[in-house]
């Protein structure tokens, strides 16, 4: 079985561009959640997205959004890109709701801004 | 603010030692994960232990629970130099469903 899948592992972009990830689950699950790890905060929620619908959303800025497809593949993407975004971006996937269970991780997306 | 908090952050052993983290957080909880990264890789789940669980164990790990003092330990039993990663616990609060990991620790397991 396919773990979950990010896409671009690595990228670097400039402050004001924006960027897209992209998360393709493990088969059959249906929930997808982000997180933005840095050194100094840490791994914070961004958000979850299940059955297509946005269930929760951290505290993050309306910069960041994201959208989950009818497959469960999911993208995120950041606008208007400020130095303090740079961080490994990771997406888990999950069978049934966040919490309830198992989270399976992807390797992550670095993404640095220059 | 974090929900979890883990102590210490960071824990240097000798191999075949056991290595113990803890880990506080604040709000009712549904349950409690432990997770493993290894340097700028994804997370790898460890165990999950339920609200109404006090002790769980999985090979050469072992988690406790504590509701009343909203906190939990993480012991691994003889330690190998493999165990070198960081661990965060990670909680979902019964009133956000969102899913909060605390700050981590970094364990270094020495040969």
């Known amino acids: 079985k396919a773990g979950v899948t990010q896409t671009p592992r690595y990228l670097i972009k400039t402050r004001g561009q924006q960027v897209t990830l992209s998360c393709s689950p493990i088969?059959?699950?249906?929930?997808v959640s982000w997180y933005q790890q840095t050194p100094g905060q840490g791994l914070q929620f961004l958000f979850e997205?299940?059955?297509?619908?946005?269930?929760n959303k951290g505290n993050f800025p309306g910069r960041f959004s994201g959208r989950q497809f009818s497959n469960s593949r999911s993208e995120m993407n950041v606008s208007t890109l400020e130095l303090g975004d740079s961080a490994l971006y990771l997406c888990a996937s999950s069978y049934n709701l966040i919490g309830t269970g198992e989270l399976f991780f992807g390797e992550g997306s670095r993404l640095t801004v220059l | 603010s974090q929900q979890g908090e883990e102590d210490p952050q960071a824990l240097s052993i000798q191999e075949g030692e056991n290595a113990t983290m803890n880990c506080s957080y604040k709000?009712?909880?549904?349950?409690l994960q432990w997770y493993r990264q290894n340097s700028g890789r994804g997370l790898v789940h460890l165990i999950l232990?339920?609200?109404?669980?006090r002790e769980k164990h999985s090979g050469r790990l072992r988690v406790t629970l504590d509701t009343s003092k909203k906190s939990s330990s993480l012991l691994i039993t003889a330690s190998r130099a493999a165990d070198t990663a960081s661990y965060f616990c990670?909680?979902?609060?019964?009133?956000?469903?969102?899913?909060?990991f605390g700050q981590g620790t970094t364990l270094q397991v020495k040969p």
């Open positions: 990670a909680t979902d609060s019964s009133n956000t469903g969102k899913l909060i």
């Open positions: 709000t009712s909880i549904n349950n």
């Open positions: 088969s059959g699950h249906r929930s």
């Open positions: 232990i339920r609200s109404n669980e």
């Open positions: 997205y299940f059955s297509e619908t946005q269930r």
